[in-house]
């Protein structure tokens, strides 16, 4: 260190010299690396059981016996944290070393459609397709792909969790609803034709234009779609909504109906659509408040765009998607949001509903369906509502490939239908290279990841699966009530089916032992404290004894620490005043960690 600094000094020194001698000192004697400004591991947060220090990389690299000190420490710490972790759902209870370690030395890339070829030879898409159709099975799409049939399913094994299908429905839906398509260049060919007059050969690129379809002069808001979530909603849907600038119906509310609120008694908008029965509640979308809403919007000419959740993130919560879809569309029918004939070109139209439903089923879509077939065979008296392609109105489904089946890295698949792309219903056999997917290069190694999965658990099994971890619930939430009648309200509550149990917040050492996931929600229009578990595959009656134990000991709930007044939330909102109000962030919870 003392080294470096010294020819730190000594540069500044020449570069003086050489500036004045009118040179430009940077391009030959400046280090091609800075220092740090003070030691990187004084400033980051420390970890439990991990010395900074000694995973820093120096540009020489770490000598083998250093190296693999720092592996241990990180073997220890995983095996640890993984041993009582009871806060995320995440299953941590997977065994992918043994059958597919040899694959870790290849690199799997599923870039482009996972229906198209490609040329990167090094993939896995006939496995990314078995999972795919496996799962349209499973939610009741028609199987399998193909291109010709705008009924069947079309969807993708995503790189990212559902963060990604959210984003990817979201932004579908917004193009489709917004009139967008994805027309054949017409010009292309031309263009070619006359590029190559100058003799040189010129090959005619397969190009497709991103056009906007005409707006209709007597409907100006027709192509405006509008958001609809509730307050339990996922941060990756909000976050999806600002990077795609899709408008909520708070901001178009606020905005330019202020005052006319359909489910307010003074009119003004709420940020989100409520839940049902608020912070109290099970945390499902309140779907009276959502149909007044949608009523309003639909009357004014604005297409519709609904996200609904199954599986809550704090509350494990099932929106009934059923139900919301048949309230819902005698309103879309009514205003004529039913059909709409989209011009896309010149003459050319298509039909394309004015309403876009997205399912965000991270955890619910992965495992309900067993839960459903355990009812189906007398295992279980509840089931969960319908939420899959068997309702017509169902645009999108994403589900997350870590959460209930357990798996590496985050992963997950998105689906919609065919006849939802952007592509004119004029070329349904389009083979040419098609925009789809988010990212170019996708994980191809997650598709071998659930497959292996898939191939391994028959439905039975999964059956199986369901029916004791929803015991194991039944059997956590018993034991905290128990806590409960000894220790005085610890406001411990399940939503029916769920798999996840609240309670009032843990102390940070037994947030930190167990990976406690906290979240702050309004009871009755007091601000409470939150911890919740989840019980995934890799959770057993020890472990939750083993978190109440310590739960009865002292100091073992936190300090409420939410303010008990808004004050401090609505200090900053005056100056809001001047601008336009967009979608509401959340500053905590709902999976922001
Ligand atoms: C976890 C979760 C997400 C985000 O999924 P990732 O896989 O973490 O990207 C979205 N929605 C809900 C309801 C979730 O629980």
Redesign the pocket.
């Given at each position: 260190m003392t080294e470096r600094i010294n020819r730190r000094e000594a540069l500044t020194r020449t570069s003086a010299g050489l500036v004045m001698a009118g040179t430009v000192p940077w391009v030959a004697d400046a280090a091609p690396e800075t220092d740090p400004l003070q030691p990187p591991c004084e400033l980051y947060p420390e970890v439990f059981g991990i010395s900074c220090d000694s995973f820093q990389l120096p540009p020489e690299g770490m000598t083998a016996a250093h190296r693999s000190a720092a592996l241990t420490q990180l073997q220890a710490y995983q095996s640890l944290q993984k041993s009582r972790t009871l806060g995320f759902?995440a299953n941590q209870d997977i065994n992918y070393q043994e059958d597919l370690q040899p694959f870790l030395n290849f690199h799997i890339n599923n870039v482009g459609d996972p229906f198209q070829t490609g040329s990167f030879t090094l993939n896995s898409k006939w496995m990314e397709r078995a999972v795919l159709d496996y799962y349209a099975r499973l939610w009741n799409a028609v199987w399998p792909h193909d291109p010709e049939n705008p009924e069947s399913y079309w969807g993708y094994v995503l790189t990212?969790?559902?963060?990604?299908g959210?984003l990817y429905g979201l932004w579908n839906g917004r193009d489709y609803l917004a009139g967008k398509c994805l027309l054949d260049d017409p010009h292309a060919e031309a263009e070619t034709r006359e590029a190559s007059r100058d003799g040189r050969a010129r090959c005619v690129p397969r190009r497709l234009v991103y056009q906007q379809a005409k707006a209709p002069t007597d409907t100006p808001h027709a192509f405006s779609p509008v958001a609809f979530y509730s307050e339990d909603?996922?941060y990756?849907?909000i976050k999806a909504l600002r990077m795609l600038e899709i408008q909520t119906f708070y901001e178009i509310g606020t905005n330019d109906y202020p005052g006319q609120c359909p489910i307010s008694a003074d009119g003004t908008w709420p940020k989100e659509v409520p839940s049902q029965d608020g912070g109290s509640g099970p945390g499902s979308i309140d779907v009276d408040a959502l149909s007044q809403l949608v009523e309003f919007f639909a009357a004014r000419g604005y297409p519709i765009l609904v996200n609904l959740?199954y599986?809550?993130?704090f509350k494990g919560a099932y929106d009934d998607v059923e139900t919301i879809g048949k309230r819902l569309m005698p309103i879309i029918r009514r205003h004529g949001l039913d059909q709409r004939n989209i011009e896309y070109q010149d003459g050319r139209h298509e039909t394309r509903q004015g309403f876009w439903i997205h399912v965000?089923g991270?955890?619910g879509a992965a495992y309900m369906p067993f839960l459903e077939m355990a009812h189906n065979d007398g295992r279980l008296t509840q089931r969960g509502p319908n939420f899959d392609f068997r309702l017509p109105f169902v645009n999108s489904i994403t589900m997350?490939g870590?959460?209930w089946i357990g798996a590496p890295w985050?992963c997950?698949v998105f689906m919609t239908k065919t006849k939802f792309l952007l592509l004119p219903p004029s070329r349904p056999n389009y083979i040419g290279s098609r925009d789809s997917t988010l990212a170019g290069s996708r994980n191809g190694f997650s598709a071998i990841i659930l497959w292996d999965f898939l191939s391994r658990h028959s439905y039975a099994q999964q059956i199986d699966r369901a029916l004791r971890l929803e015991k194991l619930a039944d059997y956590a939430y018993e034991q905290l009530k128990s806590l409960e009648r000894q220790h005085g309200d610890l406001w411990v509550a399940r939503t029916p089916l769920a798999l996840t149990i609240r309670f009032k917040r843990a102390s940070d050492d037994i947030t930190l032992k167990y990976s406690l996931a906290n979240e702050t929600l309004y009871v009755n229009g007091e601000k409470r404290d939150y911890s919740h578990i989840y019980i995934m595959e890799h959770v057993t009656n020890a472990k939750i004894d083993s978190m109440i134990s310590d739960l009865r000991g002292a100091a073992a709930f936190a300090e409420q620490l939410a303010p008990q007044s808004d004050a401090e939330t609505t200090d900053c909102t005056a100056s809001l005043k001047e601008g336009r109000s967009l979608v509401f962030v959340p500053e905590f919870g709902r999976?922001m960690k």
């Open positions: 759902q990212m969790g559902s963060t990604e959210n909603t996922h990756s849907i959740n599986g809550t993130t965000d991270a955890l997350s870590h959460k985050p997950g999976g």
